[in-house]
């Protein structure tokens, strides 16, 4: 078992994301950790934007994988917005995201039967 993120936790890993300048290229309004960003960034960013989007997605879920919206919340209120909501055709997928700055993280659940898989 894993200790679950902490609100300090999510705001270290967040608040770097801030100032990551958008690669060039038709991405405006696209998830930092989006398949058109994400490749464009410098290593280092892209630990930082895997971090964040993992701590993230931890933290707004409760432990039976449901919203927490307690902690959805609590983001909102340290200055990053945060939702994560039932997508509208299929009930049992959570779609969501956090904005730091700029940017929109996407904390979706992964899709089924997508090339990951």
């Not at 801030?18 to 690669?23: H, L």
């Not at 895997?50 to 983001?75: F, I, K, P």
């Not at 994560?84 to 055709?89: K, V």
Request: glycine fraction near 8%; include cysteine.
């Amino acid at each position: 078992m894993f200790d679950r993120p902490t609100i300090q936790d999510v705001l270290a890993a967040l608040k770097p994301l801030i100032g990551i300048p958008r690669p060039v290229g038709d991405n405006e309004g696209d998830p930092i950790n989006g398949d058109t960003v994400f490749p464009y960034l410098s290593p280092k960013h892209q630990e930082q934007v895997q971090h964040a989007a993992t701590v993230a997605y931890e933290y707004a879920r409760t432990d039976d994988g449901e919203a927490n919206r307690r902690a959805l919340n609590t983001m909102t209120r340290h200055g990053f917005r945060a939702s994560l909501d039932p997508a509208q055709y299929e009930p049992d997928h959570l779609v969501g995201r956090v904005i730091a700055g700029e940017w929109e993280i996407d904390i979706s659940d992964p899709r089924c039967g997508s090339a990951d898989d």
